[in-house]
Protein backbone atom coordinates (compact mmCIF):
# COMPACT_ATOMS: atom_id res chain seq x y z
CA UNK A 1 0.00 0.00 0.00
CA UNK A 2 0.90 3.81 -0.26
CA UNK A 3 1.75 5.77 2.72
CA UNK A 4 3.59 9.01 4.32
CA UNK A 5 6.53 7.48 5.97
CA UNK A 6 9.33 9.53 8.28
CA UNK A 7 12.26 8.88 6.71
CA UNK A 8 14.35 11.61 9.42
CA UNK A 9 14.08 15.10 10.23
CA UNK A 10 12.10 16.78 7.72
CA UNK A 11 12.34 14.27 5.83
CA UNK A 12 9.09 12.90 5.01
CA UNK A 13 8.18 10.83 1.09
CA UNK A 14 5.09 8.50 0.11
CA UNK A 15 5.75 5.02 -0.73
CA UNK A 16 5.31 1.53 -1.03
CA UNK A 17 5.10 -0.31 2.59
CA UNK A 18 3.67 -3.85 3.58
CA UNK A 19 -0.46 -4.32 3.93
CA UNK A 20 -1.53 -4.05 7.72
CA UNK A 21 -2.86 -7.47 8.64
CA UNK A 22 -5.05 -8.78 11.99
CA UNK A 23 -2.09 -9.44 14.36
CA UNK A 24 -4.28 -10.19 17.51
CA UNK A 25 -7.69 -11.55 17.40
CA UNK A 26 -9.35 -8.42 18.55
CA UNK A 27 -7.42 -6.45 15.53
CA UNK A 28 -9.37 -4.77 12.80
CA UNK A 29 -7.94 -3.77 9.75
CA UNK A 30 -9.39 -0.04 8.52
CA UNK A 31 -9.61 0.70 4.73
CA UNK A 32 -8.44 4.85 5.22
CA UNK A 33 -11.25 7.23 3.68
CA UNK A 34 -9.63 10.53 5.16
CA UNK A 35 -6.59 11.01 7.30
CA UNK A 36 -5.43 14.89 8.68
CA UNK A 37 -2.35 16.81 9.56
CA UNK A 38 -1.90 17.51 13.73
CA UNK A 39 0.30 20.01 15.10
CA UNK A 40 1.49 17.34 17.71
CA UNK A 41 3.06 15.59 14.79
CA UNK A 42 4.70 18.78 14.16
CA UNK A 43 7.50 18.18 16.94
CA UNK A 44 8.87 14.80 15.36
CA UNK A 45 8.62 16.09 11.63
CA UNK A 46 11.01 18.68 13.42
CA UNK A 47 13.17 16.40 15.40
CA UNK A 48 11.98 18.02 19.01
CA UNK A 49 10.57 14.66 19.92
CA UNK A 50 12.77 12.08 19.68
CA UNK A 51 11.32 8.32 19.05
CA UNK A 52 10.92 7.59 15.69
CA UNK A 53 12.49 5.51 13.01
CA UNK A 54 13.11 5.49 9.49
CA UNK A 55 10.35 4.34 7.40
CA UNK A 56 7.68 4.58 10.31
CA UNK A 57 3.92 5.51 8.74
CA UNK A 58 2.53 7.84 10.83
CA UNK A 59 -0.62 10.56 11.38
CA UNK A 60 -3.75 9.29 13.83
CA UNK A 61 -6.74 11.40 13.25
CA UNK A 62 -8.41 9.48 10.64
CA UNK A 63 -11.96 7.81 9.65
CA UNK A 64 -12.33 4.54 6.96
CA UNK A 65 -14.54 1.60 6.66
CA UNK A 66 -13.40 -2.09 8.21
CA UNK A 67 -12.28 -4.05 5.68
CA UNK A 68 -10.99 -7.26 7.84
CA UNK A 69 -12.30 -8.37 11.70
CA UNK A 70 -10.50 -10.62 14.05
CA UNK A 71 -11.66 -14.03 14.97
CA UNK A 72 -13.03 -12.29 18.90
CA UNK A 73 -14.69 -8.76 17.40
CA UNK A 74 -17.72 -9.15 18.40
CA UNK A 75 -19.58 -5.74 17.71
CA UNK A 76 -18.12 -4.23 14.53
CA UNK A 77 -18.02 -6.10 11.21
CA UNK A 78 -16.68 -5.36 7.36
CA UNK A 79 -18.11 -2.59 5.97
CA UNK A 80 -18.89 -0.69 8.99
CA UNK A 81 -18.09 3.15 8.55
CA UNK A 82 -15.81 4.24 11.82
CA UNK A 83 -14.23 7.04 13.23
CA UNK A 84 -11.14 5.79 15.90
CA UNK A 85 -9.93 7.77 18.69
CA UNK A 86 -5.94 8.38 18.12
CA UNK A 87 -5.19 7.09 21.70
CA UNK A 88 -5.52 3.24 21.52
CA UNK A 89 -7.46 1.54 24.94
CA UNK A 90 -8.22 -2.12 25.72
CA UNK A 91 -11.25 -1.27 27.29
CA UNK A 92 -10.59 -3.64 30.31
CA UNK A 93 -7.66 -2.15 32.83
CA UNK A 94 -8.00 0.17 35.50
CA UNK A 95 -7.71 3.16 33.84
CA UNK A 96 -9.82 2.30 30.85
CA UNK A 97 -12.56 1.63 33.60
CA UNK A 98 -12.66 4.97 34.84
CA UNK A 99 -12.79 6.24 31.51
CA UNK A 100 -9.29 7.86 31.37
CA UNK A 101 -8.40 5.84 27.91
CA UNK A 102 -5.34 7.53 27.24
CA UNK A 103 -3.94 6.38 30.25
CA UNK A 104 -4.55 2.27 29.13
CA UNK A 105 -2.39 0.66 30.56
CA UNK A 106 -2.30 -2.39 28.06
CA UNK A 107 -1.59 -0.85 24.83
CA UNK A 108 1.70 1.17 25.07
CA UNK A 109 4.12 -2.06 23.98
CA UNK A 110 7.35 0.37 24.93
CA UNK A 111 6.26 1.14 28.39
CA UNK A 112 9.55 0.90 29.47
CA UNK A 113 10.87 3.61 27.08
CA UNK A 114 8.32 6.01 29.20
CA UNK A 115 8.91 4.99 32.26
CA UNK A 116 12.23 6.95 33.29
CA UNK A 117 10.45 10.49 32.36
CA UNK A 118 6.59 10.17 33.21
CA UNK A 119 7.14 7.58 36.20
CA UNK A 120 4.13 5.57 34.26
CA UNK A 121 3.32 5.11 30.77
CA UNK A 122 0.87 6.68 29.17
CA UNK A 123 -1.24 4.09 26.18
CA UNK A 124 -0.45 3.98 22.50
CA UNK A 125 -1.37 5.96 19.68
CA UNK A 126 -1.20 5.38 16.45
CA UNK A 127 1.63 7.07 14.06
CA UNK A 128 3.76 8.39 16.70
CA UNK A 129 7.28 7.92 18.22
CA UNK A 130 8.12 4.73 19.32
CA UNK A 131 7.97 5.45 23.19
CA UNK A 132 4.33 5.91 22.43
CA UNK A 133 3.51 2.54 21.21
CA UNK A 134 5.26 2.29 17.98
CA UNK A 135 2.16 1.78 16.17
CA UNK A 136 1.68 2.19 12.12
CA UNK A 137 -0.25 5.43 11.63
CA UNK A 138 -3.31 6.29 9.42
CA UNK A 139 -1.18 8.32 6.60
CA UNK A 140 -1.91 4.85 4.51
CA UNK A 141 -4.31 3.44 2.53
CA UNK A 142 -5.05 0.89 5.65
CA UNK A 143 -4.07 0.80 9.21
CA UNK A 144 -4.47 -1.97 11.85
CA UNK A 145 -6.83 -1.00 14.52
CA UNK A 146 -6.32 -2.74 17.75
CA UNK A 147 -9.46 -3.66 20.21
CA UNK A 148 -11.90 -2.85 17.26
CA UNK A 149 -14.77 -3.31 19.81
CA UNK A 150 -13.70 -0.69 21.81
CA UNK A 151 -12.03 1.60 19.25
CA UNK A 152 -14.34 2.11 16.59
CA UNK A 153 -16.57 3.70 16.66
CA UNK A 154 -19.54 3.76 13.54
CA UNK A 155 -20.31 6.62 12.37
CA UNK A 156 -24.41 7.83 11.60
CA UNK A 157 -25.76 7.92 8.35
CA UNK A 158 -26.09 12.08 8.59
CA UNK A 159 -22.33 12.75 9.25
CA UNK A 160 -20.56 12.70 6.16
CA UNK A 161 -16.37 11.53 6.14
CA UNK A 162 -15.03 14.96 6.71
CA UNK A 163 -16.98 15.68 9.67
CA UNK A 164 -16.65 12.49 11.48
CA UNK A 165 -12.80 13.05 10.71
CA UNK A 166 -11.93 15.41 13.08
CA UNK A 167 -13.75 13.57 15.73
CA UNK A 168 -10.89 11.07 16.11
CA UNK A 169 -8.61 13.80 17.81
CA UNK A 170 -9.24 17.72 17.18
CA UNK A 171 -12.73 17.72 18.52
CA UNK A 172 -12.61 14.93 21.64
CA UNK A 173 -9.29 16.91 22.83
CA UNK A 174 -10.63 20.17 22.25
CA UNK A 175 -14.06 19.46 24.11
CA UNK A 176 -12.75 17.79 26.86
CA UNK A 177 -10.21 21.06 27.58
CA UNK A 178 -13.92 22.29 27.45
CA UNK A 179 -15.07 19.79 30.08
CA UNK A 180 -12.48 20.13 32.19
CA UNK A 181 -13.41 23.49 32.92
CA UNK A 182 -16.32 22.83 34.45
CA UNK A 183 -18.30 25.14 33.13
CA UNK A 184 -21.29 27.03 35.08
CA UNK A 185 -23.85 29.34 33.61
CA UNK A 186 -22.68 32.72 33.44
CA UNK A 187 -18.80 31.52 32.87
CA UNK A 188 -16.40 33.40 30.73
CA UNK A 189 -14.05 30.66 29.19
CA UNK A 190 -10.94 32.20 27.35
CA UNK A 191 -8.81 29.93 24.75
CA UNK A 192 -5.53 30.25 24.04
CA UNK A 193 -5.26 29.05 19.98
CA UNK A 194 -6.89 28.69 17.16
CA UNK A 195 -5.79 25.82 15.61
CA UNK A 196 -8.31 22.94 15.06
CA UNK A 197 -8.27 22.06 18.72
CA UNK A 198 -8.24 25.67 20.11
CA UNK A 199 -11.99 26.15 17.85
CA UNK A 200 -13.37 22.81 18.76
CA UNK A 201 -12.56 23.63 22.91
CA UNK A 202 -14.39 26.99 22.23
CA UNK A 203 -17.17 25.33 20.19
CA UNK A 204 -17.58 22.74 23.46
CA UNK A 205 -17.69 25.48 25.91
CA UNK A 206 -20.12 26.84 23.78
CA UNK A 207 -21.99 23.68 24.01
CA UNK A 208 -21.35 23.28 27.26
CA UNK A 209 -23.12 26.07 28.10
CA UNK A 210 -20.63 29.23 28.42
CA UNK A 211 -22.06 32.15 28.37
CA UNK A 212 -18.94 33.98 26.54
CA UNK A 213 -15.89 32.54 24.97
CA UNK A 214 -13.25 34.24 24.14
CA UNK A 215 -10.65 32.96 21.70
CA UNK A 216 -6.93 34.16 21.38
CA UNK A 217 -4.78 33.75 18.13
CA UNK A 218 -2.26 36.06 15.69
CA UNK A 219 -4.05 34.83 12.85
CA UNK A 220 -6.86 36.78 11.27
CA UNK A 221 -7.59 33.82 9.28
CA UNK A 222 -8.11 31.58 12.05
CA UNK A 223 -9.86 34.56 14.17
CA UNK A 224 -12.15 34.91 11.67
CA UNK A 225 -13.07 31.08 11.95
CA UNK A 226 -13.58 31.32 15.80
CA UNK A 227 -16.48 34.23 15.56
CA UNK A 228 -17.79 32.52 11.89
CA UNK A 229 -18.00 29.22 12.62
CA UNK A 230 -17.60 29.08 16.74
CA UNK A 231 -19.63 32.30 17.18
CA UNK A 232 -16.59 33.64 19.59
CA UNK A 233 -15.64 36.64 20.66
CA UNK A 234 -11.76 37.54 19.21
CA UNK A 235 -8.91 39.05 20.39
CA UNK A 236 -5.25 39.10 18.24
CA UNK A 237 -2.70 38.84 20.93
CA UNK A 238 0.21 40.24 18.49
CA UNK A 239 -2.30 43.70 18.99
CA UNK A 240 -2.28 44.05 22.62
CA UNK A 241 0.80 44.99 24.71
CA UNK A 242 -1.20 42.32 27.71
CA UNK A 243 -3.12 39.49 26.85
CA UNK A 244 -3.70 39.35 30.77
CA UNK A 245 -4.75 42.62 30.78
CA UNK A 246 -6.75 42.00 27.51
CA UNK A 247 -8.73 39.46 28.95
CA UNK A 248 -9.00 41.50 32.94
CA UNK A 249 -10.65 44.21 30.63
CA UNK A 250 -12.97 41.87 28.60
CA UNK A 251 -14.36 40.23 31.92
CA UNK A 252 -14.77 43.63 34.24
CA UNK A 253 -11.98 42.90 36.27
CA UNK A 254 -12.03 39.55 36.99
CA UNK A 255 -10.45 37.47 34.51
CA UNK A 256 -11.77 34.89 32.70
CA UNK A 257 -13.04 31.48 35.26
CA UNK A 258 -11.26 29.13 33.35
CA UNK A 259 -8.77 29.11 30.45
CA UNK A 260 -8.01 26.70 28.05
CA UNK A 261 -4.30 26.07 26.33
CA UNK A 262 -4.08 25.18 22.83
CA UNK A 263 -1.15 26.13 21.61
CA UNK A 264 1.96 24.14 22.95
CA UNK A 265 5.45 23.97 22.92
CA UNK A 266 6.14 25.81 19.01
CA UNK A 267 3.52 28.60 20.40
CA UNK A 268 4.23 31.69 18.93
CA UNK A 269 3.97 34.60 21.93
CA UNK A 270 5.39 37.83 22.74
CA UNK A 271 7.25 40.53 24.73
CA UNK A 272 11.02 39.18 26.47
CA UNK A 273 10.19 36.35 28.38
CA UNK A 274 9.37 34.87 24.82
CA UNK A 275 12.59 36.13 23.17
CA UNK A 276 14.56 34.14 26.37
CA UNK A 277 12.18 31.41 25.42
CA UNK A 278 13.52 30.91 21.98
CA UNK A 279 16.84 31.81 22.40
CA UNK A 280 16.73 28.72 25.25
CA UNK A 281 15.22 26.36 23.01
CA UNK A 282 17.21 27.47 19.97
CA UNK A 283 20.11 26.34 22.15
CA UNK A 284 18.08 23.21 23.38
CA UNK A 285 19.17 24.20 26.91
CA UNK A 286 15.16 24.53 27.45
CA UNK A 287 13.27 22.06 25.58
CA UNK A 288 9.68 24.17 25.30
CA UNK A 289 8.70 27.52 24.85
CA UNK A 290 6.03 27.62 27.66
CA UNK A 291 5.14 31.59 26.73
CA UNK A 292 1.14 30.13 26.28
CA UNK A 293 1.26 27.97 29.34
CA UNK A 294 2.56 30.87 31.57
CA UNK A 295 0.08 33.76 29.99
CA UNK A 296 -2.70 31.19 30.70
CA UNK A 297 -1.80 30.89 34.28
CA UNK A 298 -1.37 34.37 34.54
CA UNK A 299 -4.64 35.47 33.20
CA UNK A 300 -6.80 33.25 34.76
CA UNK A 301 -9.06 34.22 37.65
CA UNK A 302 -8.17 33.26 41.03
CA UNK A 303 -9.49 30.10 41.85
CA UNK A 304 -10.07 29.55 38.01
CA UNK A 305 -8.99 26.71 36.19
CA UNK A 306 -6.57 25.89 33.32
CA UNK A 307 -6.89 23.20 31.06
CA UNK A 308 -3.72 22.51 29.60
CA UNK A 309 -4.28 20.57 26.24
CA UNK A 310 -1.18 22.14 24.08
CA UNK A 311 1.80 19.45 23.84
CA UNK A 312 4.99 20.17 26.26
CA UNK A 313 8.16 18.06 26.83
CA UNK A 314 9.89 19.39 29.75
CA UNK A 315 9.19 23.10 30.70
CA UNK A 316 11.26 25.32 32.85
CA UNK A 317 10.46 28.71 34.46
CA UNK A 318 6.99 27.26 35.20
CA UNK A 319 4.81 30.05 37.55
CA UNK A 320 4.14 27.13 40.22
CA UNK A 321 4.07 30.19 42.60
CA UNK A 322 1.31 31.56 40.99
CA UNK A 323 -0.24 28.71 40.54
CA UNK A 324 -0.81 28.29 44.38
CA UNK A 325 -1.18 31.40 45.60
CA UNK A 326 -3.99 31.86 43.23
CA UNK A 327 -5.59 29.00 44.25
CA UNK A 328 -5.72 27.43 39.97
CA UNK A 329 -6.97 24.04 39.48
CA UNK A 330 -4.48 22.85 36.17
CA UNK A 331 -6.33 19.81 34.70
CA UNK A 332 -4.43 18.43 31.83
CA UNK A 333 -4.74 15.13 29.50
CA UNK A 334 -3.93 13.60 26.31
CA UNK A 335 -7.59 13.19 24.75
CA UNK A 336 -10.09 10.56 26.58
CA UNK A 337 -11.91 9.95 23.11
CA UNK A 338 -13.47 7.24 24.09
CA UNK A 339 -15.67 8.91 26.41
CA UNK A 340 -16.80 11.68 23.92
CA UNK A 341 -16.85 9.94 20.60
CA UNK A 342 -20.63 9.22 20.90
CA UNK A 343 -21.69 12.37 22.01
CA UNK A 344 -19.97 14.51 19.55
CA UNK A 345 -21.36 12.34 16.97
CA UNK A 346 -24.83 12.76 18.10
CA UNK A 347 -24.27 16.18 18.34
CA UNK A 348 -22.93 16.20 14.66
CA UNK A 349 -25.66 14.19 13.73
CA UNK A 350 -28.36 16.87 15.33
CA UNK A 351 -26.66 20.17 13.45
CA UNK A 352 -25.19 21.46 16.93
CA UNK A 353 -21.98 20.66 16.06
CA UNK A 354 -19.56 21.96 12.68
CA UNK A 355 -16.37 20.38 12.31
CA UNK A 356 -15.87 20.13 8.29
CA UNK A 357 -14.98 24.06 7.92
CA UNK A 358 -11.17 22.74 9.80
CA UNK A 359 -10.15 21.14 6.21
CA UNK A 360 -9.05 24.13 4.77
CA UNK A 361 -7.04 21.91 1.99
CA UNK A 362 -8.01 18.45 0.93
CA UNK A 363 -5.16 16.77 -1.82
CA UNK A 364 -4.49 13.16 -2.11
CA UNK A 365 -2.03 11.11 0.01
CA UNK A 366 0.52 11.49 -2.65
CA UNK A 367 0.66 15.05 -2.13
CA UNK A 368 0.80 14.45 1.32
CA UNK A 369 4.62 15.79 1.91
CA UNK A 370 3.53 18.89 0.46
CA UNK A 371 0.30 18.87 2.21
CA UNK A 372 2.43 18.94 5.96
CA UNK A 373 4.79 21.97 4.36
CA UNK A 374 1.73 24.04 3.82
CA UNK A 375 0.13 23.05 7.48
CA UNK A 376 3.63 23.64 9.37
CA UNK A 377 3.53 27.32 7.67
CA UNK A 378 -0.24 27.49 8.21
CA UNK A 379 0.19 29.14 4.41
CA UNK A 380 -2.73 29.90 3.00
CA UNK A 381 -5.13 30.00 6.41
CA UNK A 382 -4.86 26.14 6.77
CA UNK A 383 -6.22 25.01 10.00
CA UNK A 384 -5.90 21.33 8.72
CA UNK A 385 -4.54 19.45 5.41
CA UNK A 386 -6.89 16.35 4.92
CA UNK A 387 -5.48 13.34 2.95
CA UNK A 388 -7.38 10.77 0.59
CA UNK A 389 -5.54 7.63 0.33
CA UNK A 390 -7.54 6.24 -2.56
ZN1 LIG B 1 -3.26 14.92 17.33
ZN1 LIG C 1 -6.91 -0.08 29.02
Given at each position: ??????????????????D???????????????????????????????????????????????????????????????????????????????????????????????????????????????????????????????????????????????????????????????????????????????????????????I?????????????????????????????????D??????????????????V?A???????????????R?????????????????????C???????????????????????????????????????????????????????????????????????????????DG?????????
Amino acid sequence: MRALVWNGVNDLAVETVPDPHVVNPRDVVLEVSLTTTCGSDLHFIDGYLPGMRKGDVFGHEFTGTIVEVGPEVRDRKVGDRVVVPSFIACGNCWYCDRQLYSLCDTTNPNAAAQQPLLGYPSGGIYGYTHPFGGYAGSHAQFVRVPFGDVNCFPVPEAVDDLSALFVSDAVPTGFMGADFCDISPGDTVAVFGAGAVGLMAAAGAKILGAERVIVLDRLPERLAAARDHVGAETVDYSDVDSVQEALREATGGRGPDAVVEAVGMEGHGTGLQNVVDRAKQAVRAETDRATPLREAVLACRKGGVVALLGVYGLTDSFPTGVVLNKGLTIRAAQQHGQRYVPRLLHHLAAGELQTSFLATHRMPLEDAVEGYRIFKEKEDGCLRAVFSPS
